[in-house]
């Protein structure tokens, strides 16, 4: 990977909706105004949001221009961290956690299944342009791994069967409930919940 | 004052010291790539690591600040082995390309993994490419070879004024750019490729051109503009090579406009080499004698001869002009000013830039009148810039000078608002009554006939009444302005028009009606007023004499002779003593020692050389002048094109196309 894709199809305008605008408004006031530029980070999540989980250039200058900084100290923020996408993301943005825990535990699998049922590249859209996925670092639930997260959600406790069935369901929007896909409430012991019990 | 130990060496430093420099005082020596003196620090180069007793690891010295008691070690077994492991991380992704690398030979990396460098890689992976980014026609840049020290980043930032650069992604995919590779827009860009450690950012002009042992390299000065930059001119055979900047903590610390650095390719163009004559309205070529011969015709039938000077002409020609005119014609009808110029001859302060450029870093309160330093005096905006970001100071305008490095409260463009200060009734006649510094900076544009007087009377008496008459500044535009004031080598510019023999040295902006007119043009340059002459003689660019010339601040500094006139063009000074033998009416002097010294005794102020002028700016007068009511009228500055030589470069053509384009993908649209 050699530095963040950067989409070639831009949007021409960006402004955020007057709910968001409302937001902006709310973000701000937590910071003096001659440091107001510290909302940066806030402000491009925001816009990342109301534009299907993708910042468009525009957005990087609509936001400059509301911080009065330089479009290009925007840029970097943006470019720096990965959960920033500066091109589209899938309506379903699978992200693979393949860190040890997972690792050991078969995300390998699951990134099979990925580029079977999404795309054969990371980062791209799938056919239906529905969906995309990427790798990502621990996501924090090395408990039930693998596991993957889809927009908002946890599937945790994966295997290549279920993850095949999320997957497929992608094309009807009938995404089974997140959470454990093996039925197991949080990070309960899977067969017979033991600690802390009196025996 | 805290005492701190290096190596043995006990010395005391003044408090906010970083370690970095306590270790330079002692005199030891520590590499460094991100660290620059002029800029803030970063600390992320990682090459200065000292060992510090107590400390477990090697701290960075760059941005450590010494404290009562450090014992600090530069040349141990940690220090070395920090000092090689740093080296070879930022070696791992530079290319091994220094033979096609145009730092070769003065490069930082270079020399530092010579003496610092463990002399081999561990690495055994393909090295990374970065693409090529594009920065304007100044910059060559060859991002492979970055080591991302950051300095052009802090550079554009804090001391151009335009934070266009930033760095983009990271980790090993760390790149620097413009946003979305723009030109930089700044008057002060090419500075960064002095900055930069490696080969990353080198000069386009300059590209494969020569290497830095190959060059001559000669001390001198700038005359592009009135700050008096100095510079070193590095020369190879009769070419300008190359112009870099020359630290001078009082004029330019060490930075350029791209002007001064980049229109030297202009002296290698559209040069006159050859004296010539006007035959049948054809300009032809001819040899000295034939010049001067028909030269002295026209004299003997009229001894009516004006003189007018250019704004790049040093001391000893004006004087020379003058003398020449004297002896011919028995006064010296001569001027400098090829526009509408008033001038307070009274006292030579009401002409200079008294706060000093130095004096500006002090000021707390800045006044711009009708001046746009940005472009008349690249240099001193960033003095500016410094005083801005350093002590917040304010700066007040009156009338637009558009885009400045820094922010400018307007208090309107209607040259009245003077009068309403000195009587109180402005904002900034609040400000004043606190400011221990004022300044207030005049631009040319507004030292007119009609409003010079107006101006000046009333900034004086403005500045007096808070007794801060050092605070009077006036922007000079021109190198020779201030030296031919000094020399009284003006008139009237329509008095001297009317002459039937012209004499122009360099004098290119003034339009001339040739009817009835005999014009000689001595000169570097096929210019506008070449193109009319009846006799071309060719004189010598800044570059090619001995010369004295004197800043906007009064100070006198000595510009030396890096290559020679070509052809058959000769310095201006021998032209006029030659000319005035021809003329059978020599002048009396044969060296230009016997001219300066004959200079000296006409103002032994000019002696002075390097120095500021001992004149005590309190002993000023003022007059009470009638308000005038008229507003600000810029006059148009073509920044890349004022004068003949950068009219003749390439690069700076390039840069003025660079810069159109760039203004016409703004949001115009």
């Known amino acids: 990977m050699s530095g963040k894709h950067v989409a070639k199809n831009q949007p021409k305008t960006f402004i955020f909706s007057s709910e968001n605008i409302k937001k902006m408004k709310e973000i701000l006031c937590k910071y003096p105004e001659t440091r107001k530029k510290s909302a940066v980070m806030p402000l491009l999540y925001l816009a990342q949001k109301q534009n299907e989980g993708w910042i468009p250039l525009v957005a990087i200058q609509y936001i400059a221009d509301q911080l009065d900084v330089p479009y290009i100290k925007v840029y970097e923020v943006a470019t720096f961290y990965t959960m920033y996408k500066l091109a589209p993301v899938g309506k379903y943005f699978v992200q693979v956690c393949t860190t040890t825990p997972c690792a050991i535990r078969g995300s390998g699998k699951i990134i099979e299944m990925c580029k079977k049922y999404i795309s054969e590249r990371e980062s791209h859209l799938s056919n239906d342009e529905k969906s995309s996925w990427i790798e990502v670092e621990c996501l924090g639930a090395c408990v039930n791994a693998p596991m993957i997260q889809i927009n908002e959600d946890y599937y945790e406790d994966l295997d290549a069967d279920s993850a095949e069935k999320i997957f497929k369901s992608f094309k009807d929007d009938s995404l089974p409930k997140f959470g454990s896909q093996k039925g197991r409430k949080g990070s309960e012991p899977i067969k017979q919940r033991l600690t802390l019990l009196k025996n | 004052m805290p005492k701190v130990k290096v190596d043995g060496i006990e010395i005391e430093v003044e408090n906010g010291t970083s370690v970095l420099q306590a270790c330079e005082i002692a005199g030891k020596e520590i590499p460094r790539f991100c660290y620059h003196e002029r800029l803030s620090i970063a600390g992320n180069c990682r090459m200065c690591l000292v060992e510090m007793e107590k400390s477990p690891k090697p701290v960075a010295s760059c941005a450590m600040p010494v404290a009562e008691g450090q014992v600090i070690y530069t040349n141990t077994e940690m220090v070395k082995k920090a000092r090689e492991g740093v080296m070879e991380f930022l070696l791992i992704n530079h290319p091994?390309?220094?033979?096609?690398?145009?730092?070769?030979?003065?490069?930082?990396?270079?020399?530092?993994?010579?003496?610092?460098?463990?002399?081999?890689?561990?690495?055994?992976?393909?090295?990374?490419?970065?693409?090529?980014?594009?920065?304007?026609?100044?910059?060559?840049?060859q991002m492979n070879r970055c080591i991302h020290c950051t300095r052009c980043i802090r550079f554009a930032e804090e001391v151009a004024g335009v934070p266009e650069l930033g760095s983009i992604n990271r980790g090993e995919n760390m790149e620097i750019t413009t946003y979305l590779e723009k030109t930089l827009d700044s008057e002060l860009s090419a500075n960064v490729i002095d900055l930069c450690p490696v080969g990353?950012?080198?000069?386009?002009?300059?590209?494969?051109?020569?290497?830095p042992w190959e060059l001559t390299k000669t001390e001198?000065?700038?005359v592009m503009d009135a700050v008096g930059s100095n510079i070193r001119v590095d020369t190879k055979g009769w070419e300008v090579k190359r112009i870099l900047p020359r630290v001078n903590e009082d004029i330019n610390e060490e930075w350029i406009s791209d002007k001064t650095r980049y229109a030297c390719d202009g002296l290698l163009t559209n040069r006159i080499d050859h004296p010539y004559i006007r035959k049948n309205g054809k300009l032809i070529e001819c040899s000295w004698d034939e010049a001067f011969l028909k030269i002295s015709e026209e004299v003997s039938k009229t001894a009516n001869i004006g003189g007018l000077v250019g704004g790049m002409v040093d001391l000893e020609t004006i004087f020379a002009l003058k003398d020449f005119l004297i002896k011919i014609s028995g006064s010296a009808s001569i001027d400098f000013r090829q526009k509408d110029f008033y001038i307070d001859s009274s006292h030579l302060c009401n002409n200079l830039f008294n706060t000093s450029i130095a004096g500006i870093d002090e000021s707390d309160l800045i006044l711009l009148v009708g001046a746009n330093p940005r472009l008349e005096a690249t240099i001193i905006n960033s003095r500016i810039r410094k005083n801005f970001i350093n002590k917040k100071t304010e700066i007040f305008t009156i009338g637009d000078p558009g885009e400045q490095t820094y922010k400018i409260i307007s208090l309107g463009d209607n040259l009245k608002v003077l009068k309403d200060i000195e009587n109180n009734n402005s904002i900034f006649s609040e400000k004043i009554k606190t400011s221990k510094k004022p300044i207030i900076i005049i631009g040319e544009s507004v030292l007119n006939a009609k409003q010079g007087r107006f101006v000046l009377e009333t900034s004086k008496s403005i500045l007096k009444k808070y007794n801060s008459l050092n605070g009077l500044n006036i922007l000079h535009q021109s190198a020779s302005s201030v030296g031919a004031i000094m020399l009284q080598a003006y008139t009237n510019t329509e008095e001297v028009l009317k002459n039937e023999i012209l004499y122009l040295i360099g004098a290119d902006e003034i339009n001339i009606d040739t009817k009835n007119k005999f014009v000689i043009y001595q000169g570097t340059h096929g210019s506008k007023n070449a193109k009319i002459a009846d006799v071309i003689l060719p004189g010598a660019a800044y570059t090619e004499k001995n010369g004295l010339y004197v800043n906007l601040e009064g100070r006198v500094?000595?510009?030396?002779?890096?290559?020679?006139?070509?052809?058959?063009?000769?310095?201006?000074?021998?032209?006029?003593?030659?000319?005035?033998?021809?003329?059978?009416?020599?002048?009396?002097?044969?060296?230009?020692?016997?001219?300066?010294?004959?200079?000296?005794?006409?103002?032994?102020?000019?002696?002075?050389?390097?120095?500021?002028?001992?004149?005590?700016?309190?002993?000023l007068g003022t007059e009470n002048v009638e308000v005038i009511d008229s507003k600000v009228n810029y006059l148009p500055i073509d920044y890349y094109h004022s004068n003949e030589i950068a009219k003749s470069s390439k690069t700076m053509l390039e840069c003025k196309i660079a810069r159109q384009s760039f203004k016409k993908t703004g949001t115009e649209n």
């Open chain 2, 200 to 211: 990353a950012l080198t000069s386009k002009p300059y590209a494969f051109e020569a290497r």
């Open chain 2, 220 to 222: 001198t000065i700038d």
């Open chain 2, 557 to 619: 500094q000595s510009a030396f002779k890096a290559s020679f006139p070509p052809g058959n063009a000769k310095e201006d000074w021998k032209i006029l003593r030659a000319l005035s033998d021809a003329l059978n009416k020599p002048l009396k002097f044969n060296t230009i020692e016997q001219l300066r010294y004959k200079m000296f005794e006409f103002n032994p102020a000019l002696k002075r050389v390097d120095q500021l002028p001992s004149i005590d700016v309190n002993t």
């Open chain 2, 96 to 141: 091994l390309d220094c033979p096609i690398c145009d730092q070769g030979g003065e490069c930082d990396l270079q020399d530092q993994s010579v003496k610092y460098g463990g002399g081999t890689s561990r690495y055994e992976l393909n090295k990374r490419s970065v693409k090529e980014k594009y920065m304007g026609p100044l910059i060559k840049t």
